[in-house]
């Protein structure tokens, strides 16, 4: 297979806008598609606005961040990912979105271009099964933040090639991250288990049990997390988490993973999270989490 | 916030030497019951204890209620609270106090006890009278899957507390943890929260249960 030099990412919400910085800043011309101009905008500003605290923070020199920029194209034209070696899925946990932009992608991309999704509940051999190139297809899901993250859990789909497997794991590396490999079971390793852990947390608080602000002080202190499991809630957001337990639970019938009704309500009121300024917390502002 | 401690036993809370304890003051009316038998002693002297600016009983896997009632209509305020100093099994006490409240407690006896640990370098997370408090409530039925998906062979144990250090920046991964302060200590609050909550993602893991069961024979 050919040298991967150039990345699609499609879909520039949160996950998407972060594994489009891990490519750019490794070096990988990255081209972010989305339907909407103002998301792409939005995805732009946020992440030079994230790059310049990292220079500010000496993390990357302050000249990478014109040249990374350089490196970053956003489009609402699905034809611009044509000359993509590989393009990383970042869209909504629905099936059917999936499957009907992969069958679109395979109509625009060639027939060397590997396809990956960055689900994080599916299984990869059903969204790969609608692609029209299952064998070219791997699970490739980063951790939130993606940008800050190191992990990759890289699931192989039923019909995936070991040279497919083998080429997208070079990729992995070659992104600076820590790729593991994991089975093709629902929410992989990570999921399988923060699902329904943050709904568990969720139902603490509908229950009265504790305000989100002890839930979170209460796990941080206690247990050493970076973060409490309603502020991750928050920066998941409520619409993600909720079609994050309806595939969950549609493909385990996990009780815990079903989606707590309080999300639901939260949703209806525009508390989304972070990037809605209001979610179990409040915020003054949208910047990306980090640097 | 002046306060004094009422021994009734080994106390988990605070096995050592420790500032909240260098503080107390024999002669102040607050009160901290402290040890296995806290909630009994309090109960036998609840009647002196009325006008107490706070008081604290150091709770183990029990609710409060256990010890103080809790009537549904009650309209007076209380002053008692109850408290536990998170640990996991046998590791050290962490510097988490769940500061136990009923329904309707006394807002300036609330945060009497608050300062109180506060004063003492103490993180209070305040929480409702519920079996497992905030962070056992929590982490329990993770543990216990993670337990589980180790019997299915998700992964090695290994991977998988790798992936969820990586993932999540979790200190530790939960199989590293729970054998490092001890399986069988997690199959005693599993059962205590199974029994009173009924929820069977609290149910033991089955090599909890085996290490309980290791462990009485040992000890037998």
Redesign the interface.
């Known amino acids: 297979m050919t040298a991967i030099k150039t990345v699609g990412v499609a879909g520039s919400g949160t996950m998407g806008s972060g594994i489009a910085i891990v490519a750019a800043r490794a070096g990988f011309v990255t081209r972010v598609y989305d339907t909407r101009e103002d998301a792409l905008q939005r995805a732009r500003a946020q992440t030079e606005a994230f790059l310049k605290k990292s220079a500010e923070r000496g993390k990357i020199a302050a000249d990478a961040v014109p040249e990374i920029m350089g490196r970053w194209h956003g489009t609402t034209q699905l034809e611009d990912l044509a000359d993509c070696d590989i393009v990383i899925e970042a869209v909504f946990e629905d099936l059917k979105v999936k499957h009907d932009l992969f069958g679109k992608l395979n109509e625009v991309c060639g027939a060397q271009t590997l396809f990956a999704s960055n689900t994080s509940t599916i299984a990869i051999t059903e969204i790969a099964g609608g692609s029209g190139r299952p064998d070219r297809f791997v699970g490739m899901h980063f951790c939130l933040p993606a940008q800050l993250m190191k992990l990759i859990e890289m699931s192989p789909g039923m019909q995936t090639t070991e040279a497919t497997f083998a080429a997208a794991w070079a990729f992995a590396l070659a992104l600076g991250q820590k790729p593991v490999k994991t089975q093709d079971t629902p929410g992989f390793i990570l999921n399988y288990f923060l699902i329904p852990f943050n709904n568990d947390a969720i139902r603490l608080v509908e229950q009265g049990v504790a305000s989100p602000a002890d839930i979170d002080k209460a796990i941080k202190t206690a247990l050493g997390y970076p973060m409490g499991p309603l502020e991750l809630l928050d920066l998941i957001g409520m619409d993600t988490q909720r079609l994050l337990c309806e595939a969950m639970h549609d493909l385990t019938h996990e009780p815990r993973a079903t989606c707590p009704p309080l999300v639901r309500r939260m949703i209806a009121a525009g508390k989304l999270g972070k990037k809605s300024g209001e979610g179990f917390h409040v915020y003054g502002d949208n910047k990306m989490y980090g640097a | 916030m002046a306060y004094q401690i009422v021994r009734t036993g080994e106390s988990r809370s605070f096995p050592a030497a420790h500032a909240f304890l260098e503080k107390a003051d024999a002669s102040a009316a607050a009160c901290v019951y402290l040890g296995a038998q806290a909630g009994k002693q309090y109960m036998r002297e609840q009647a002196d204890r009325r006008l107490a600016p706070f008081v604290a009983i150091e709770l183990e896997n029990e609710c409060l209620g256990a010890w103080v009632g809790e009537p549904a209509n009650a309209t007076a305020p209380s002053n008692v609270f109850g408290f536990a100093r ?1 640990r996991l099994g046998m590791a050290e006490p ?3 106090i ?1 500061l136990v409240v009923q329904a309707n407690p006394d807002e300036a006896a609330l945060a009497a006890a608050r300062k109180a640990f506060e004063d003492a370098g103490l ?1 209070v ?4 009278d ?1 079996p497992g ?3 056992d ?3 329990r ?2 543990y216990n ?2 337990l589980r ?1 180790l019997d299915e062979r ?2 090695t144990a290994s ?2 507390d ?3 250090r ?7 991964g939960p199989i590293a943890l729970l054998e490092r302060t001890g399986l069988e200590h997690h199959y005693t609050v599993t059962q205590a929260l199974y029994e009173a909550l009924g929820d069977g ?1 609290y149910a033991p893991a089955r090599r909890a249960a085996n290490a309980f069961a290791r462990a009485r024979l040992v000890n037998d």
Do not use: K, N, S, W
Not at chain 2, 125 to 128: E, I, T
Not at chain 2, 166 to 172: A, F, H, I, N
């Open positions: 998170f962490t510097q988490l769940e993180v997370a305040v929480c409702g519920f408090r905030i962070v409530r929590l982490v039925p993770f899957a993670a998906r998700l992964a991977d998988m790798m992936t969820l990586m993932g999540l920046g979790y200190p530790e993602a």
